[in-house]
């Protein structure tokens, strides 16, 4: 889910200037959308989460956008009704408090709105609304342009990392395999666990009878029945391959999948009569846990 993009253009209309977007992306369970625009822009800021949410489904995503006016003069900023008004305000103020409200005319500008494009940004006039909806249109369309080219950078780094998940899943199914050929050796090494005990029993307690020294190690095994637990993993993996094999956003899935796989790892462990297969449990648990780190990464 990690990735930068930047586009830039021009709005030709009234009160012209030179926009510029920078979008960047990390993990993130759900979307968290931030947008960063400049004074008198609002009015973007709704439309961008809206195509924020319409181009990505996770990540943290950080979005600003900068303009810069087409002119340069302080002059052409200055409106100088407000300034004769500011100027006749201080004199007054002046005069009623005995103190000089301002150092200087110098300081006069640094009150927004007076000196606008002087700041590199648009003057705060009055604009209407057909200005501002074609405004606001080339705005939010290099958003676009620049959400389009994050989703090729985090695709490619999806890219990258399929084969990293794959790796992992290959390796879940090969332990799982492993598993199951333990798991098949198991009611026979349970029978002759349960003689043995009998046997060391023997001058404490009445023997065994052959039948139920027989019901006992039945009872047993299907206590320690890792099959269904393996059979589960079988289903969850060929999940995990076809969600992967798609290329479409799915960590959400996986990330789901990874919980179910825990839960049958934990299972398989706590069923284990052997050590070979408690072993092999660990190993599951250890590579599900990787699996599940990983996948935190992908959309």
């Known amino acids: 889910m990690t990735g930068f993009a930047r586009a830039e253009g021009r709005f030709d209309g009234k009160a012209p200037f030179a926009w510029a977007w920078e979008a960047k992306s990390v993990n993130g369970k759900n979307l968290d959308v931030r947008v960063r625009v400049p004074h008198g822009f609002d009015s973007v800021e709704l439309p961008a989460r809206q195509a924020a949410a319409e181009a990505l489904t996770r990540g943290t995503l ?3 956008l900068t303009v810069t006016s087409d002119t340069a003069s302080v002059g052409s900023g200055i409106d100088e009704a407000v300034l004769d008004a500011l100027i006749d305000l201080v004199r007054r103020k002046t005069s009623q408090h005995g103190t000089q409200v301002f150092g200087n005319c110098v300081e006069l500008p640094r009150l927004d709105g007076l000196m606008a494009l002087a700041r590199g940004r648009p003057a705060p006039e009055i604009l209407d609304a057909d200005t501002i909806a074609a405004r606001d249109l080339t705005v939010i369309t290099g958003l676009k342009t620049a959400l389009a080219a994050l989703r090729s950078a985090r695709r490619q780094e999806g890219d990258c990392l399929a084969p990293v998940i794959t790796g992992h899943l290959d390796l879940i199914a090969a332990l799982c395999t492993e598993a199951g050929a333990l798991a098949a050796t198991q ?25 139920r ?6 009872l047993l095994a299907v206590k320690s029945d890792i099959r269904e637990e393996l059979d589960r993993l079988a289903a969850h993996l060929g999940q995990a391959r076809d969600l992967v094999s798609k ?6 899935r996986l990330d789901f999948l990874s ?6 790892a934990n299972t398989l462990c706590s069923k284990s009569a052997d050590v070979a297969l408690t072993r092999i449990g660990i190993a599951l648990k250890t590579t599900i846990d990787q699996f599940r780190e990983q996948i935190q990464n992908i959309e």
């Open 259 to 264: 919980q179910e796989f825990n839960r049958e």
């Open 62 to 64: 950080n979005l600003s």
């Open 187 to 211: 009611p026979a090494a349970l029978k002759a666990r349960l003689l043995q005990q009998v046997q060391e029993l023997a001058g404490a307690v009445p023997a065994l009878t052959a039948e």
């Open 247 to 252: 290329g479409e956003p799915c960590g959400r």
């Open 213 to 218: 020294l027989a019901q006992e190690a039945a």
